[in-house]
């Protein structure tokens, strides 16, 4: 009886160090709507939070930049206007993070790198010009130290370039994915137009690119101006017909395709990846909306994924607070939280 006892504690006991099962690994998650009444947003790209503070970028309101409280839970303004004054925008890409209290994203329009500095006693944002760059072929550029610059784009032999804002190169690493060898006969700028994705810094060394037409991401590290991978998902490859144009290069995604992933957020620790799944030819205009969010380590291991209730257009993560940020159309663009 006592043998029997004992093998039973031991079993489950077993069962308890069970690493994760597949429920874990498809976490349900509900929202919470944050309230925000004087709140217009309309098409809201991305969102980044800095201290108590939420920051998101719209293309069609007067001016770019959201400002929220998340503390008070109160709508502070809206900054960014749009013009070709030295401060003004044109066409902001993506925020990121520069320090404490300050964000940064490029406006391929104007050539520059704009500075956005969040005040916080009197609640404000101030918009600077950063740098000026000479980069005509970047989708994105992101300053990791003083005078040196991260950038992904059309490039004739890269994916990325380690840079100064006058274009002198220090490095370069990766050609633009491709599935077999017709496929690579085709130029690596013509692959850069059908692997574009969503680059993701975590403020320090690391930063994760997943394309937006094929189930891919790269994980990478920085280290003395050298990119160095740590680890690659390669599910599926783009489905795409290339066009020849006399100006630059165009392809033509199939609308059969799935749209993989749409936004993407990093931390020292995770890469939290939206999914999408949908094709364009079913869901129109709703097809970068998603409920899936994949977490993996900087190794590229799956750590767990959530399914959200509701589908988000773009989200932030705050891993302090175990809460994830986004926007939702419900079916106004809408504010609201998902608790880990």
């Given at each position: 009886?006592?043998?029997?006892?004992?093998?039973?504690?031991?079993?489950?006991?077993?069962?308890?160090?069970?690493?994760?099962?597949?429920?874990?690994?498809?976490?349900?998650?509900?929202?919470?709507?944050?309230?925000?009444?004087?709140?217009?947003?309309?098409?809201?790209?991305c969102?980044?939070?800095?201290?108590?503070?939420?920051?998101?970028?719209?293309?069609?309101?007067?001016?770019?930049?959201?400002?929220?409280?998340?503390?008070?839970?109160?709508?502070?303004?809206?900054?960014?206007?749009?013009?070709?004054?030295?401060?003004?925008?044109?066409?902001?890409?993506?925020?990121?993070?520069?320090?404490?209290?300050?964000?940064?994203?490029?406006?391929?329009?104007?050539?520059?790198?704009?500075?956005?500095t969040?005040?916080?006693?009197?609640?404000?944002?101030?918009?600077?010009?950063?740098?000026?760059?000479?980069?005509?072929?970047?989708?994105?550029?992101?300053?990791?130290?003083?005078?040196?610059?991260?950038?992904?784009?059309?490039?004739?032999?890269?994916?990325?370039?380690?840079?100064?804002?006058?274009?002198?190169?220090?490095?370069?690493?990766?050609?633009?994915?491709?599935?077999?060898?017709?496929?690579?006969?085709?130029?690596?700028?013509?692959?850069?137009?059908?692997?574009q994705?969503?680059?993701?810094?975590?403020?320090?060394?690391?930063?994760?690119?997943?394309?937006?037409?094929?189930?891919?991401?790269?994980?990478?590290?920085?280290?003395?101006?050298?990119?160095?991978?740590?680890?690659?998902?390669?599910?599926?490859?783009?489905?795409?017909?290339?066009?020849?144009?006399?100006?630059?290069?165009?392809?033509?995604?199939?609308?059969?395709?799935?749209?993989?992933?749409?936004?993407?957020?990093v931390?020292?620790?995770?890469?939290?990846?939206?999914?999408?799944?949908?094709?364009?030819?079913?869901h129109?205009?709703?097809?970068?909306?998603?409920k899936?969010?994949?977490?993996?380590?900087?190794?590229?291991?799956?750590?767990?994924?959530?399914?959200?209730?509701i589908?988000?257009?773009?989200?932030?993560?705050?891993?302090?607070?175990?809460?994830?940020?986004?926007?939702?159309?419900?079916?106004?663009?809408?504010?609201?939280?998902?608790?880990?």
């Amino acid at each position: 009886m006592n043998r029997i006892i004992v093998l039973l504690i031991f079993t489950l006991l077993i069962l308890g160090c069970t690493p994760t099962t597949k429920e874990e690994r498809n976490i349900p998650l509900s929202h919470e709507v944050i309230k925000l009444p004087e709140t217009i947003i309309g098409n809201a790209y991305c969102l980044q939070k800095v201290g108590n503070f939420l920051i998101v970028l719209d293309y069609s309101t007067e001016a770019f930049f959201h400002l929220i409280n998340l503390k008070s839970k109160t709508y502070k303004g809206i900054y960014g206007n749009r013009g070709q004054a030295p401060d003004d925008f044109i066409h902001p890409g993506r925020l990121h993070r520069y320090s404490n209290n300050q964000l940064c994203c490029f406006d391929s329009s104007k050539g520059e790198i704009k500075l956005l500095t969040i005040h916080t006693q009197n609640e404000t944002i101030e918009c600077s010009t950063l740098y000026r760059v000479d980069q005509n072929h970047a989708f994105e550029i992101i300053p990791i130290d003083k005078d040196i610059l991260l950038t992904n784009g059309a490039f004739e032999k890269s994916m990325f370039q380690i840079c100064t804002p006058q274009n002198d190169i220090l490095s370069f690493s990766e050609e633009y994915p491709y599935k077999d060898d017709q496929e690579h006969k085709l130029s690596n700028q013509l692959r850069a137009m059908a692997y574009q994705g969503i680059l993701s810094m975590n403020g320090q060394n690391k930063f994760a690119y997943a394309t937006s037409n094929a189930h891919q991401i790269h994980f990478y590290q920085i280290e003395n101006n050298q990119l160095i991978k740590l680890a690659k998902i390669k599910d599926s490859y783009a489905r795409y017909t290339p066009e020849g144009t006399t100006s630059g290069y165009s392809v033509v995604n199939d609308g059969d395709s799935p749209e993989c992933f749409t936004d993407l957020a990093v931390t020292n620790n995770h890469v939290y990846a939206l999914y999408s799944g949908r094709t364009f030819k079913e869901h129109r205009y709703s097809y970068r909306e998603s409920k899936h969010l994949f977490i993996y380590d900087w190794n590229g291991k799956p750590v767990k994924s959530y399914r959200l209730d509701i589908p988000i257009v773009c989200f932030c993560i705050d891993e302090e607070e175990q809460k994830i940020y986004a926007i939702a159309n419900l079916p106004n663009p809408t504010l609201v939280s998902f608790s880990l």
